[in-house]
């Protein structure tokens, strides 16, 4: 098999990726009892932290997939490990799509581990390493609003469903960023192998401008306004209404003032 070509230590979970889960966990525990004085700054933790989490994972599954169809080559790298600091762009990984978060609420798409497509063979199995990283965000929003489309949030404090319902809008809209055929971009990674070699010439130049354009275009009040307008009905139909989303981000700002309104049931 191909994992037994990598050392047990290159799967080996970090311990900082460990620590992370921690505070995941503590904070969210803090927010679903209401133990921190200040419930914004517990549901900022727990968000940010669950974030983070899910970046990790969207790597993992990039470097995760291209280790079964042919590269070994990302063991050694420490992409196996679940360290965000192995990243080859830890700066687009991890810290920016965090800072954008904060800035503007969207889910942005980060940096991609660094892949030895030479390696591989089959077109598929080119699709396939691109579209696990956002695939595994699809599967990370159906977790988080499971409780929702279930039914099951008899009991469940306000503050982590609004939590929940946030993180939940985070997720998906770092699925359809992803999912976008623009250059520099996972969805482009999964059409790419099957475009003529002239096309693919022509478009790789702009590859790294890609995410900035998508960034660029999102704060276009038209642009904007659609996009939004799509994720919002994607959600409805996973049981999450705008008023919790709202409600999620509000909180996640701990810094402004808060809005009471969310306190309440809709």
Same mark, same amino acid.
């Given at each position: 098999m191909t994992t037994a070509l990598t050392r047990p230590g290159d799967r080996r979970i970090s311990p900082v990726f460990v620590g992370i889960l921690a505070v995941t966990a503590v904070t969210g525990w803090a927010t679903w009892t209401g133990f921190a004085e200040q419930p914004g700054l517990a549901v900022f933790l727990f968000v940010t932290a669950a974030w983070i989490v899910s970046l990790c994972l969207h790597e993992y599954a990039h470097a995760r997939t291209a280790l079964h169809s042919g590269d070994i080559s990302v063991g050694a790298k420490g992409y196996l490990t679940l360290n965000p600091l192995k990243y080859t762009h830890a700066l687009l990984s991890i810290i920016l799509p965090v800072i954008f978060v904060i800035m503007g609420g969207i889910g942005l798409p980060g940096g991609a581990v660094f892949i030895e497509h030479g390696r591989i063979r089959g077109r598929w199995r080119h699709s396939l390493i691109s579209a696990a990283g956002p695939l595994t965000n699809v599967l990370f929003a159906v977790v988080c609003t499971a409780p929702f489309w279930l039914d099951a949030l008899h009991g469940v404090p306000h503050h982590f469903r609004f939590a929940l319902a946030f993180l939940a809008l985070l997720q998906v809209t770092a699925a359809i960023l992803n999912f976008l055929p623009v250059p520099g971009l996972d969805g482009?990674?999964? !059409? *790419?192998?099957?475009?003529?070699?002239?096309?693919?010439? %022509?478009? *790789?130049?702009? &590859?790294?401008?890609? /995410?900035? /354009?998508?960034? &660029?275009? /999102?704060?276009?009040? =038209?642009?904007?306004?659609?996009?939004?307008?799509?994720?919002? &009905?994607?959600?409805?139909?996973?049981? !999450?209404?705008?008023? *919790?989303?709202?409600?999620?981000?509000?909180?996640?700002?701990?810094? %402004?003032? =808060?809005n009471e309104l969310c306190s309440i049931s809709p």
């Open positions: 482009y990674g999964v !059409i *790419e192998p099957w475009l003529p070699h002239s096309v693919k010439r %022509q478009v *790789e130049p702009f &590859a790294p401008f890609g /995410l900035l /354009l998508v960034f &660029a275009l /999102l704060w276009l009040g =038209p642009v904007n306004g659609v996009f939004f307008d799509f994720v919002d &009905a994607v959600l409805r139909g996973l049981g !999450i209404n705008e008023f *919790e989303t709202y409600c999620g981000y509000n909180l996640f700002r701990f810094w %402004q003032d =808060p």
